[in-house]
């Protein structure tokens, strides 16, 4: 029997409950490939990450520690808050960067930095590519969520690693409005996220920015905060003028969570992504 330290983290979360968890096991590096994917399976969450050494090409460019991202059914080359929970559980377990203060991660998309900063992580998101959309999925799509076509003021197909048909929405009220046909975007086999982004935030300080992501591919309905998706959207609305270069995003309030988004552009133009991390469950697991 092998006993792995593993921790359960609460990802872009203020408090207990209000993000997307994440299962973490450290020190894999001895788990075969099969056993990565029935435990991923056997945990039900959207992804579990699994932390080992660096590849020698990945510690020469740097990199701290590598991980692995699973969904139930797959793994995936790169994912938002597996990348941040991922960081916050090494961290936790007494990893130290080389570089203080930056973390860099690396995973099958290649290296990705990870920024401490007063309580925050943000990770660097990564390159992405974008495209127009296929006009009839679109159609599909705007009807399968419920949309009226006056509603959409943009619509950009965005790929980071996931692929998300993005649609930037004309209010705030139209996000969480949407009583989508999960039926039918299972079948059009999209990934959605649906987005109003604010230069402002309310009088009491939750974000007027708001997101929400339709997620078949991963096997859930809806997704309750999503990184991927607020890295890709940030790197097409900013340059455009549609978003400001900083602003916090709301997400999660239809699944009954809270969860928020940090999105910064420096002055190089880099986009971070970043919010808090809460480790929830912090124990050993067992491997035959």
Same mark, same amino acid.
């Given at each position: 029997? =092998? ?9 872009? *979360? $203020? ?14 590096? #001895?788990?075969?490939?099969? @056993? ?12 579990? @990450?699994?932390?080992?050494?660096? *590849? ?6 740097? !990199? ?6 699973? @969904? ?16 916050? !559980? ?8 080389? =570089? ?31 495209? $127009? ?72 300080? =939750?974000? #007027?920015? !708001? ?14 905060? @999503?990184?991927?998706? #607020?890295?890709?959207?940030?790197? &097409?609305?900013?340059?455009? #003028? ?10 999660? $309030?239809?699944? %009954? ?9 420096? %002055?190089?133009?880099?986009? &971070?992504? %970043?919010?808090?991390?809460? =480790? ?9």
């Amino acid at each position: 029997m =092998t006993y792995l330290p593993f921790l359960q983290i609460d990802v872009f *979360s $203020e408090r207990h409950g209000d993000g997307n968890p994440l299962a973490v096991v450290l020190d894999a590096e #001895n788990l075969p490939e099969r @056993t990565l994917k029935r435990f991923a399976a056997w945990t039900n969450l959207s992804e579990t @990450t699994f932390l080992l050494p660096p *590849s020698e090409a990945g510690r020469a460019r740097g !990199a701290d520690y590598r991980v692995r991202i699973f @969904t139930p059914s797959g793994e995936l080359s790169f994912a938002g808050h597996p990348t941040l929970g991922s960081c916050h !559980a090494w961290l936790q377990a007494g990893g130290q960067p080389r =570089t203080p203060g930056c973390v860099v991660q690396e995973c099958g998309l290649g290296q990705v930095q990870i920024r401490q900063n007063e309580g925050l992580l943000a990770f660097a998101a990564p390159p992405m590519q974008q495209s $127009e959309p296929n006009p009839a999925l679109l159609a599909l799509v705007t009807g399968a969520l419920g949309l009226r076509p006056q509603q959409i003021r943009a619509a950009r197909v965005l790929d980071n690693g996931p692929r998300w048909l993005a649609l930037l929405v004309d209010s705030r009220e139209a996000v969480l409005g949407l009583q989508p046909d999960h039926a039918r975007l299972h079948d059009l086999g999209q990934d959605v996220g649906v987005a109003y982004i604010a230069a402002d935030t309310s009088t009491d300080g =939750t974000p #007027n920015s !708001a997101i929400r992501a339709f997620s078949p591919s991963l096997g859930t309905s809806e997704d309750p905060v @999503t990184g991927s998706l #607020n890295a890709s959207l940030a790197q &097409w609305l900013i340059p455009e #003028n549609l978003a400001p270069a900083a602003y916090r995003v709301a997400q999660g $309030e239809c699944r %009954g969570r809270a969860g928020r988004v940090h999105i910064h552009q420096d %002055g190089d133009g880099q986009v &971070w992504v %970043g919010g808090r991390c809460l =480790t929830a469950i912090e124990g050993r697991v067992h491997f035959p």
